[in-house]
């Protein structure tokens, strides 16, 4: 048996670590600098630069990096080793107070959006000081943020950081206002469930459009799907289980606390959850979880897929994003609590996140939109691309009974009057759970699920954390105003419950009656990422977003103009695969196939023997075969038209509305041929094979 407690964290340099390995001084004066954002002295990063140096050699470590998150929602690394050279050709292994805080790596290849010109390319990484360095694969890892030298974010860490301060500033008004002088900060809090494929690697490799893509492009459906639902907490195959186990170990060693694992819907797919944590914590944690999925996977022979829609006709992948908000002193504010005081500021809490997704339910789309995850959203499986939320029936009555001023059931008015008397306990109970909502009221917490599997969870967040940090601004604006704080208050959850109820559906999302009930009380509904991503610069997402200083209007902008180049290059990448596995594999394979069939019916036509099978099979792959060359043809003249259209967003409508519709057209037949031509001949393994292949 491993001791999982002291395996648990042994590669990070944690609190333990640090108060331990630091002079007291020292730690103190770092303690304050992460509680209070106070300046850090060179002195103590020199000091702590070298504690992390001695306990990184310890532990095996060689080299340094800033680790980061620029804008193309994986990590970054660039490794530094330690040696520093000495008279008498030797080195000794040196890290200064300077390398711990500030890094310049060559950036210029990281995507900008045009923020940063060419002429002044370096970026700068500085040390998120609240996330602890940890060591992996024998380097010594510093979280960071990374902007240009003209203070513009470059990466996706920088505004999270700046969204999670604006919700603690107008959080901490309203706890003001509650007479809480005990909470010096608020903390937004997630649990990010992951979702993830694994498939044997050899079938992958046989397969060029998993291999440079992430998804199937073709692939006709097997005869066994997802519909008998064995696989969902299905007992784990053994090679599996392997991953699973190696996975968690190197998890619980960088500190991440890997809490559940289990097989879902899909065949082959699975989940992991950790305990939920600091919300840029969580962040990094993420990003860490599905860089070991990837990296562990090969040594059991699986690849690892992270794709939002790997396979047609079965299940996507996502991520559901448990959010939550609390206090430094512990205290969840989506706890309804047990008396009148505690209640009456959950409802006020709970009045923030009803009228910011209903307000911005066009950013909390944007922030989950690309071209993988259009698969899924809006697909019967997932969430739809409306953004609604769950409240349950207790809650919604309760809210109910408010705006009109009715009985809450047994409760009196007068009870409900003061800021509502006492509320029931919500069930955390996962049984009548809505699964089908966007946006799910969990008993302590939202359950956001739109969110794609392969997202940095960082997006979400930033838009999540900064729309509620505007209701709280707004809620505070006027309760800091008013003469009769009680009534006000009562009022203000009231006409929020009036003015917002139509964002609240408890019903069956995926039910083709609610898009046209969603339509009706007038919410959006955004189809694809080229819909939703002008949003994102919209009149409204400006003046939030530079009003709680979380982006710039340059910054808006410049991400505007990464996701929606990320969507053409991943539409461009996916066509030019297909174009090359249906020109030098599958029209091949199908004329083999042909080629064999016109043999033999002419051998058996010698004979005098009938040929009917051969004649028939070979008349249809011969016309499906001449149809694919004309779509084949068809879809590199919609490549070629594409770059007629420069204008950005009109290049992406293109991709949507041409390229993307040529492919399908294209896949239709692949399939179907896929079905008619033998196995023997056919290029790539078929997804019964990649699917169900592991035993
Ligand atoms: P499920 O949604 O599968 O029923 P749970 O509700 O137990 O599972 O939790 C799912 C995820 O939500 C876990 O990652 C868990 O740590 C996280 N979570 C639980 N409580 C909170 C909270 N207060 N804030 C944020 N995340 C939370
Ligand atoms: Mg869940």
Redesign the pocket.
């Known amino acids: 048996m491993k001791d999982i407690p002291s395996l648990f964290g042994s590669m990070v340099f944690n609190d333990a670590v640090m108060q331990a390995r630091l002079p007291k001084e020292v730690y103190k004066a770092l303690k304050k600098t992460i509680s209070k954002g106070t300046h850090l002295e060179l002195d103590v990063a020199n000091s702590v630069a070298n504690a992390m140096k001695e306990w990184a050699l310890e532990k095996g470590a060689t080299h340094f990096t800033h680790w980061f998150q620029p804008m193309t929602g994986t990590t970054a690394e660039k490794h530094e080793s330690f040696i520093s050279p000495v008279p008498g050709g030797r080195v000794i292994m040196e890290f200064s107070g300077k390398e711990l805080v500030r890094g310049e790596p060559d950036a210029s290849s990281f995507p900008s959006g045009g923020l940063r010109a060419t002429f002044e390319a370096r970026g700068y990484t500085v040390w998120d000081i609240t996330s602890y360095a940890f060591i992996k694969d024998g380097t010594l890892c510093i979280p960071t943020a990374f902007c240009s030298y003209s203070g513009e974010a470059l990466d996706k860490k920088t505004p999270l950081l700046r969204s999670m301060e604006a919700l603690d500033r107008q959080a901490l008004r309203i706890l003001r206002l509650f007479n809480n002088t005990t909470a010096s900060r608020v903390i937004s809090?997630?649990?990010?469930?992951q979702e993830y494929f694994l498939i044997d690697i050899e079938s992958f490799k046989q397969r060029p459009d998993l291999v440079y893509t992430g998804r199937t492009l073709f692939g006709a459906r097997p005869p066994k799907g997802q519909e008998l639902e064995d696989h969902y907490f299905g007992s784990l195959k053994p090679r599996i289980s392997a991953f699973m186990k190696e996975l968690d170990e190197e998890l619980w060693k960088l500190g991440v606390?890997a809490?559940?694992r289990h097989n879902e819907v899909s065949p082959a797919q699975h989940?992991l959850?950790?305990?939920?944590a600091t919300t840029n914590i969580a962040t990094d944690h993420n990003q860490l979880t599905m860089e070991l999925m990837r990296s562990i996977a090969p040594r059991h022979n699986l690849v690892c897929l992270l794709h939002e829609k790997p396979f047609a006709g079965v299940n996507g992948s996502g991520k559901?994003n448990?959010?939550?908000l609390?206090t430094d002193t512990g205290v969840?504010l989506?706890?309804p609590g047990d008396t009148p005081h505690e209640n009456a500021q959950f409802l006020l809490f709970l009045s923030a996140v009803i009228k910011a997704v209903d307000d911005y339910q066009d950013l909390l789309r944007v922030s989950c939109a690309s071209a993988a995850n259009d698969h899924r959203l809006g697909a019967n499986e997932a969430p739809p691309a409306v953004v609604s939320m769950f409240l349950g029936d207790e809650l919604t009555e309760i809210l109910e009974a408010l705006e009109s001023g009715a009985d809450y059931k047994n409760r009196t008015k007068d009870e409900m009057e003061i800021g509502v008397s006492v509320l029931p306990h919500f069930p955390?109970d996962?049984t009548d759970?809505n699964r089908t909502s966007p946006f799910a009221f969990?008993?302590?917490?939202f359950?956001f699920r739109m969110v794609g599997s392969a997202f940095s969870i960082a997006g979400p967040n930033i838009v999540l954390n900064t729309i509620i940090a505007e209701s709280l601004r707004v809620f505070a604006d006027a309760l800091e105003k008013s003469a009769n704080f009680t009534a006000d208050l009562a009022a203000i959850v009231k006409t929020t419950f009036r003015l917002h109820k139509r964002i609240v559906f408890n019903g069956n999302n995926y039910a083709e009656e609610w898009l046209a009930e969603a339509e009706k009380r007038g919410l959006s509904n955004l189809k694809t990422t080229v819909d939703a991503l002008p949003e994102f610069i919209g009149k409204k997402s400006l003046e939030l977003f530079t009003r709680h200083h979380v982006f710039s209007e340059a910054e808006l902008h410049s991400r505007y103009e990464i996701f929606l180049e990320a969507y053409c290059k991943t539409i461009n990448i996916e066509a030019l695969t297909m174009v090359d596995m249906v020109s030098r594999d599958i029209i091949p394979a199908c004329i083999s196939y042909q080629t064999d069939l016109a043999k033999l019916r002419k051998l058996k036509t010698e004979c005098g023997v009938a040929a009917e099978p051969e004649d028939q099979l070979l008349g249809a792959v011969s016309k499906l075969t001449a149809c694919l060359h004309k779509k084949l043809a068809e879809l590199e003249k919609t490549l070629i038209d594409s770059k007629e259209t420069h204008e950005l967003l009109a290049h992406a409508a293109f991709y949507r509305d041409k390229v993307y519709v040529a492919m399908s057209e294209l896949r239709l037949t692949v399939d179907e041929l896929e079905m008619l031509v033998a196995t023997k001949y056919w290029p790539y393994p078929s997804y019964g094979r990649i699917l169900f292949g592991i035993i």
């Open positions: 809090e997630v649990g990010p469930e606390c809490k559940t989940e959850a950790p305990i939920f559901h448990n959010w939550s609390s969840n989506l706890e955390k996962t759970r969990t008993g302590n917490k359950e």
